[in-house]
C-alpha cells in the first residue's frame, strides 16, 4: 500500500495537534497510509495526554521576551522541544499489518527507517535496546525533563548515546496515529534535512509495502481543523490535568 505523503506546512501548537489528530479520526479520501513533515510559527512545545500541567510548566524553559507555543498532544509521552527538531506525524488506517501489530514492534519499525535513512548519510545512528534508567542524564540533553534526555527502548540513539528520534502513538478504532520528532543536534550538523524528508518517507513506504506518493491536502470539513485547534487552546485542554 503506498504512502501519502502530505505537503509541508508550517502553523501553531494546537493547529498542528488538530491536524494530526483530523487525519486519523476523519481523512477524506482514499484510505492509505499518510505521513506529513511539518514546520512551527514560533518556539513551541508540546506535551503527553496523559502529563500533569505543574510538572510539564516546571519544565519549561525561561525565554525573555518571547512566549511560548504549548499544547497538548492527543496521543502520549513527555514534554518536546521543537525549536530545533524535525516534527512529523504517520497516520496507518485500521487493518493495516503495522497497525496491528504489537506497540513496541511498530515503534521499531518507523524508527528502523529512520536509522536507516540517517546511516545513508553517514550519521552512525541505531536503534536503543533498552530504556536508559531515569535520571541517567546524557551531559547534551537539551533541557532537564524534556523527553530527548532518556532514550526508551526501540528510540534512535546516537553513537555516543545520545537520543535522536522518539514518538509517541495512539490507537483508535480509526487507525494508528504516531507523532514522532527528531532531534536535528543530536544526529548532527552534516545531514542534509532535504535529503532526508525525500529519503525517509521512502524508505518507510517501502517497508510498508509500497512507494511514496505526493498527495495534495485533505479538504476537511468548513472549520473542522479550526474548531478542533480552537479546543487545543483552550486552558480547559491543556491544564487538563
Same mark, same amino acid.
Not at 491536524?19 to 514546520?39: I, N, S
Not at 530545533?84 to 487493518?95: F, M
Not at 540513539?157 to 543530536?186: H, N, Y
Given at each position: ?9 508550517t ?49 519549561l ?12 498532544? +492527543?496521543?502520549g509521552?513527555?514534554l518536546?522541544?521543537?525549536r ?12 493495516h +499489518? ?13 524508527h ?20 536508559? +534508567? ?74 510498508l509495502?509500497?512507494?511514496?506518493? +505526493? ?27
Open positions: 500500500m503506498d504512502l501519502s505523503v502530505l505537503p509541508v506546512r502553523a501553531g501548537a494546537a493547529e498542528h495537534m488538530a491536524v494530526d489528530f483530523l487525519l486519523l479520526r476523519r481523512w477524506p479520501g482514499p484510505v492509505a497510509p499518510r505521513f506529513r513533515h511539518y514546520e512551527w510559527r514560533g518556539p513551541a512545545f508540546t506535551f503527553g495526554y496523559g502529563q500533569k500541567i505543574a510538572a510539564v510548566r516546571a519544565k524553559p525561561v525565554l525573555d521576551e518571547v512566549r511560548l507555543d504549548l499544547c497538548r498532544r +492527543p496521543t509521552g513527555g518536546v522541544d521543537h530545533e527538531d524535525w516534527t512529523y506525524a504517520l497516520v496507518i488506517p485500521r487493518g +499489518p503495522l497497525e496491528e501489530t504489537r506497540a513496541t514492534e511498530s515503534y521499531r519499525i518507523v528502523a527507517c529512520i536509522v536507516a535513512a540517517l546511516q545513508a548519510q553517514g550519521v552512525r545512528a541505531r536503534l536503543a535496546t533498552e530504556a536508559r +534508567p531515569e535520571g541517567a542524564l546524557h551531559p547534551s540533553a537539551p533541557h532537564a525533563g524534556v523527553c530527548f534526555e532518556n532514550p526508551e527502548l526501540h528510540d534512535v540513539i546516537a553513537a555516543d548515546g545520545r537520543k535522536i528520534a522518539g514518538a509517541a502513538q495512539k490507537r483508535t478504532k480509526q487507525g494508528l496515529l504516531f507523532q514522532g520528532s527528531i532531534w536535528r543536534p543530536a544526529a548532527g550538523a552534516a545531514v542534509d534535512w532535504e535529503r532526508f524528508e525525500a529519503d525517509w518517507p521512502a524508505l518507510l513506504a517501502k517497508e509495502g509500497g512507494t511514496a506518493q +505526493p498527495a495534495g491536502w485533505p479538504e476537511f470539513a468548513e472549520d473542522e481543523v479550526e474548531g478542533l485547534a480552537d479546543q487545543y487552546a483552550t486552558p480547559e485542554w491543556t491544564e487538563a490535568r
